[in-house]
């Protein structure tokens, strides 16, 4: 084993690549976290601003976005180890579950968060609440559960 | 077109396939749902039972996932179709761009849901408050955010 990403306790599965379905990036994430130790551990809606920049084609698919407060982003974490069973987090003496924890490195590594919206601007969608670092790959913007259409009824969507 | 799956005013992407990074499916998901048409809207934490089944080589990541009451679910929408821009919600007039819904239909078919931890019984995790279909793609589980480590500092996990 000439890993250096293991620490004592922790325990890696033996498993095989296993490829069941693709994801497509949808586009990138800008933050002020530039690397994995500068990430905040959550984060939060007083948080700073950062950019959700959408590929071109997608943009169609902003309609409606800005009459939520608060949104659901999801991402890929494209620095992660993907085999870890038991991990133990900086500081803790003892190894959980991957499963009890939520860090970046599991099977299928999609972070997942709930920010603020603070406006669209094109491609750019301005929002506090991330944690993750500069450059992350976009997966999917959803409304906030509980928000699931837009709280103006009579807004008008157009054609 | 000979597409029948699309609504009048709704909008697909014309975009080229992409793989960017794929996905593991780590185990299926039992619902008592067994068509999309039986699908709740959004699942409720005191809706049905429901049982997320690992497979065998990731049950050692379970470990502490105990000490949470509620957790955050991942899966894979595999029905979905993914080059949806804009869609009418049924039962809606006008459509929607597909990020201001939660529609399954998006370019990455993630669910997220936060459930209710009933109990875990070997590679089986009964929980409440999903709405996906009977045998859904499990892609995750983690601690609700918030819960980042379990409530009891001293439980033992063991070595």
New interface residues.
Partial sequence: MTRDDIRP?E?V???Q??????????GKIHTPFFTRGECP??GTQDGPECILELDE??V??????E??DQL?V?Y?L?QAA?D???QT?KG?G?????????SPN???P?G???VRLERISGRKVHVRGLDCIDGT?L?????Y??E???KIPHLD?G?
């Fill in positions: 306790g325990v599965a033996d498993v690549p296993k490829q069941d379905a693709h994801v497509r990036f949808i551990r959550q084609e997608w169609p698919a902003l309609k409606g976005v009459a939520y659901e999801l890929w494209d993907r870890f069973l038991l987090p803790k003892k190894p959980y579950g991957t499963f009890a924890l939520r599991r099977p299928n999609i997942t968060s709930i790959p997966l999917d913007i959803k409304p559960r509980g699931s259409l837009p969507f054609t």
